[in-house]
């Protein structure tokens, strides 16, 4: 059970964690503990962030898979 809940939100997650953890060559789930801490600590700000940046990811690989086409022309 455990296991399906961790596999959704990974699938349906934004991908920041992941993103910065291979950035940085850091645990992706000690980043995804400083989310959840921080979020705790400072009432939501880091969520916002999270949100921010996983729009940002999700532009940037739109931005990407378009340039692909345009040039597979």
Do not use: W
Not at 20 to 39: A, C, Q, T
Not at 57 to 65: A, E, F, G, S
């Amino acid at each position: 059970m455990l296991q399906r809940v961790i596999t959704f939100f990974e699938r349906y997650s934004f991908g920041v964690c992941t993103y910065l953890g291979e950035r940085f060559n850091v645990s992706i789930s000690k980043i995804r503990l400083f989310f959840i801490y921080s979020s705790f600590l400072a009432v939501g700000f880091p969520l916002i962030m999270y949100i921010f940046a996983g729009i940002v990811l999700d532009i940037r690989n739109y931005v990407k898979r378009s340039h692909t086409r345009v040039t597979d022309l």
